[in-house]
């Protein structure tokens, strides 16, 4: 049942084969396609040998004694079986991303297509690059790479039509925020997508997006299949709120977090110099508040932190911060932008070109109604970085995460699978299928560890 290698010992399980494994399984496109060695055969894929089909990793890390065990349960109440965040009832394994040693493509015939969705996130240009790069690494013609501009719109627009994508074309992007191919939000026509995707004889479409993104990447994976086109669609999970299920985060996320500290040292500054000062940041998270959790957690100057998961009350609130300039002289406050929407836009039903609702601003909301409520007595400065975050390039953290996330995009794709995100699972890279972690947006799980553990650091009582 065990394997001894150089670094260790490891479980190799003898149940592998088995058709009722118990596994988050993923679509392949096998029974379309002939197997043949990978170009990486010829020297072991440089001295690090290959990933197996039956390579798998565990998505239950934990388990807990009780229900009494912090994060042992929902934000519904219910038990927890997988992270504190992510509530779902879910299989035991996953399989492992990574370079097959049976691929199942003619990379010198594959020509391949990649397209941004949504908003900017750090690391866009960094995920193109690599998914060209590791593409070219496997002998695909650079002339067979094709850039979708401005999101799936792209893929029929007249005036937007795709550009070629070399090693030298993306040579350096990774040091650029944004993307060198454009985005845009809003529904797509799928019917033409694919239809597209068959009169340009696409074999590979990467999808780089958020839950969006990720939802049209299923539609069309959906639809290819429906008409029998054979088009493997890959997608890579982009969110700036870090709210896609099952994943440890996205990536930009680790950037996103380090640049909020620029802003929230500013408001500090400003709090502290000023009579009975008040610092208000604004954040990224429409319903999950993991970036202004986790940049308040890491500042280590602010007082209370506001997320969509957790509700409060305006009343409670401005006792709070009263409490906090009487005690300090200054207080620092970061909401993300969903939080307090059941107060501010209770009973709307307006929604964005992409289907997200319309938030009101709670930002100036907030400063507003504490400049009332001071009348003068409290100096208010307010501060939305949130354009200046989403446009910057990649940390080093993000930049060595989105390689290993256009890497195995791309193995993924070789080796058949289709309509699956890439993703790190359990500090390990998994193939997902893409419709498990479109489901719901991840969000903090008020009863967890991670929310518990900023209230404890900042001393934050219940607002409500």
Not at 97 to 121: M, Q, W
Not at 210 to 219: E, Q, R
Not at 273 to 286: A, D, E, F, H, T
Request: charged letters at 25%; a negative charge.
């Amino acid at each position: 049942d065990f394997i001894i290698g150089p670094y260790g010992v490891g479980r190799l399980s003898q149940e592998a084969a088995d058709e009722d494994e118990d596994l988050l399984d993923v679509p392949t496109l096998r029974h379309m396609l002939q197997p043949r060695d990978s170009p990486f055969a010829i020297d072991n894929n440089s001295g690090g040998g290959f990933v197996g089909d039956r390579d798998k990793v565990r998505l239950h890390a934990m388990a807990f004694e009780s229900e009494e065990s912090s994060g042992a349960t929902c934000a519904d109440g219910e038990n927890n079986t997988f992270d504190e965040d992510t509530c779902l009832i879910l299989p035991d394994w996953a399989i492992r991303s990574g370079p097959r040693k049976k691929i199942y493509f003619d990379p010198e015939k594959v020509t391949a297509a990649i397209v941004t969705c949504g908003g900017l996130c750090p690391g866009l240009n960094d995920v193109v690059q690599n998914i060209v790069f590791t593409l070219s690494d496997y002998g695909v013609p650079e002339d067979q790479i094709l850039g979708i501009r401005y999101g799936l719109r792209g893929f029929y627009e007249r005036e937007d039509k795709p550009i070629t994508l070399t090693r030298r074309t993306v040579d350096g992007i990774h040091l650029k925020g944004g993307t060198m191919l454009g985005t845009s939000r809003g529904g797509a026509n799928i019917k033409e997508i694919v239809r597209r995707i068959d009169l340009w004889g696409l074999d590979m479409v990467f999808v780089i997006g958020g839950n969006g993104g990720n939802a049209a990447a299923n539609a069309i994976q959906q639809e290819v299949e429906a008409q029998g086109v054979r088009c493997v669609v890959a997608g890579v999970p982009k969110s700036i709120d870090n709210d896609i299920l099952l994943v440890d985060k996205c990536f930009g996320f680790d950037t996103a977090v380090e640049e909020a500290q620029g802003a929230l040292l500013a408001a500090k500054v400003e709090a502290s110099s000023g009579y009975n000062g008040l610092g208000i940041v604004k954040l990224m998270g429409r319903s999950s508040g993991f970036i202004a959790m986790q940049a308040s957690m890491a500042s280590g100057v602010v007082d209370v932190c506001l997320i969509p998961e957790v509700p409060f009350t305006l009343d409670k609130l401005k006792a709070c911060v009263a409490g906090v300039l009487e005690k300090k002289g200054h207080c620092v406050l970061c909401v993300a932008e969903g939080a307090g929407q059941d107060i501010l836009a209770a009973g709307s039903t307006a929604t964005d070109a992409s289907g997200n609702a319309i938030l009101a601003d709670v930002g100036t909301w907030l400063r507003d109604e504490f400049k009332k409520h001071f009348k003068g007595e409290s100096d208010v400065k307010y501060i939305d970085p949130s354009y200046i975050i989403r446009s910057i390039p990649t940390t080093s953290n993000d930049r060595i995460y989105c390689k290993v996330l256009g890497q195995g995009a791309v193995h993924g794709a070789f080796a058949g699978y289709t309509g699956f995100t890439v993703g790190l699972v359990n500090t390990h890279y998994v193939y997902l299928p893409i419709p498990t972690i479109i489901q719901v947006p991840r969000k903090v799980n008020p009863k967890g560890r991670r929310w518990n553990r900023l209230k404890t650091a900042i001393n934050q009582p219940d607002l409500v």
